[in-house]
């Protein structure tokens, strides 16, 4: 299955170039041969089309094999990624498209999401796979008299990276939740998934006290949500941590982020397909978090919600003083002390705990990827500053508690 959805993917790109698409619709007729279709004949009837030129011989190959389920598939995959624009019908020995370009994805977002819409629907049993780790994720045992603490992560992560700071929060009493969402999408989408799910816990629970607490990009997931139109009502505490509000300069380096989240994935989760990578989006989030973007223009023009109470925990430590410090309090375990006089070695020991404390002082105006400044809401007058960075705010480094705990902790008991 992959090979086939792999030539359909490349076919289907081919298609979407809109900026040189003919203005007029088109019928094309790409013949079957023993029941498959090569995807160099669809790629290069679609090239002449739209006047483009032949793809290189080095561009892989493959067939499309259009006979049971793999066809029936190619084909209502096409037609729900492409709409209205897009009439495939399958003969015995060809394939026919019709096509109006005019209804076509005429923009890199949407050309996207038909991509990601042809994936889904293309391989169904790893699309339900993925999206069973998505959503509103609840105690076993809801109890309406005890809060509940809804965690939400950022950008390429997901729940596990909650775990210190969830211990934490049981250990004080409060029911725990997780909402993960598809984080390389559009943000608005995911916010509308929280949306959805937050209306429904409502209606079952309407007395529950809930608090929202969003790490990084998770922040502004929740902000969508509880400033929006939709918004249920009953949030009590909103946290934002490490939150860009304004944007980040690092969103245009995520794919680094992209990879090691499937990486991590790839290891750990048996049910894991590369079709994921493709699902979960394609780097819209990333253009969402760019300074200035459509997305946060729109978001920060809302006023904050009456009635709950915000607070926003930064960090004014980049990463690289938080590894530089550890990596000095490490070394002392290297030191030869078998050979040394205990002198010597106390010594070394001491100036290697002075080096490590004063890395681990250094402060600067960002925690890496999100500066103070970016941090920063019109209306929102509870703002914490940590000597942490991105990473160490939220969760446990070296098994010290995550930076935020104690902010969190006095917050939420009021």
């Known amino acids: 299955m992959p090979r086939w959805i792999l030539a359909g993917l490349f076919s289907m790109l081919i298609g979407l170039s809109a900026p040189v698409a003919p203005a007029a619709s088109y019928q094309l007729r790409i013949p079957l041969h023993d029941g498959r279709l090569e995807a160099t004949e669809l790629s290069d009837a679609l090239l002449q089309k739209m006047h483009l030129p032949a793809l290189p011989d080095w561009m892989p190959a493959g067939s499309i094999p259009m006979g049971g389920i793999a066809g029936n598939l ?6 729900q990624a492409l709409g209205d624009g897009f009439d495939v019908q399958l003969q015995q020995d060809a394939l026919i498209i019709c096509a109006d370009p005019q209804k076509l994805p005429h923009t890199i977002r949407q050309a996207k999401s038909a ?23 609840l105690p076993a045992d809801v109890k309406a008299d005890r809060p509940l603490v809804v965690l939400v992560h950022g950008l390429d992560c997901n729940r596990q990276n909650w775990q210190s700071m969830s211990r934490l929060l049981e ?11 598809p984080s390389d999408e559009p943000i608005d989408q995911g916010a509308q998934l929280l949306t959805q799910q937050m209306i429904a816990l409502r209606q079952a629970f309407p007395s529950l006290r809930v608090d929202l607490i969003g790490h990084s990009m998770g922040g502004l997931v929740c902000r969508d949500y509880v400033e929006g139109d939709q918004y249920a009502g009953g949030v009590d505490h909103l946290i934002l941590i490490a939150p860009p509000n304004q944007g980040s300069s690092w969103a245009s380096y995520r794919l680094v982020a992209e990879v090691q989240e499937h990486y991590f994935l790839w290891r750990n989760d048996p049910d894991w397909h590369w079709t994921w990578m493709i699902t979960d989006g394609l780097g819209e989030a990333g253009v969402d978090l760019k300074p200035d973007s459509e997305f946060l223009t729109t978001l920060n023009a809302r006023p904050r919600r009456e009635g709950v109470n915000y607070t926003i925990i930064a960090g004014n430590q980049s990463f690289m003083p938080r590894i530089a410090s550890d990596l000095v309090k490490d070394s002392e375990h290297l030191l030869p002390q078998q050979m040394m006089s205990w002198w010597a070695a106390q010594s070394c020991t001491a100036a290697l705990d002075r080096t490590s404390n004063w890395l681990s002082s250094q402060t600067s105006d960002d925690d890496g990827p999100v500066s103070l400044e970016s941090s920063r809401l019109a209306g929102v007058s509870d703002v914490v500053i940590l000597p ?21 902790r006095e917050r939420l008991a009021h």
């Open 74 to 79: 190619f084909v209502h995959a096409l037609d």
């Open 115 to 137: 991509v990601r819409i042809f994936t889904q629907t293309a391989a169904p049993e790893a699309t339900a796979e993925q999206r069973r780790t998505w959503g509103l994720l």
């Open 171 to 181: 250990e004080a009493g409060y029911q725990v939740g997780y909402f993960s969402y």
């Open 388 to 408: 942490a960075d991105h990473s160490a705010l939220y969760q446990s480094i070296h098994g010290r508690e995550p930076a935020a705990w104690e902010a969190i």
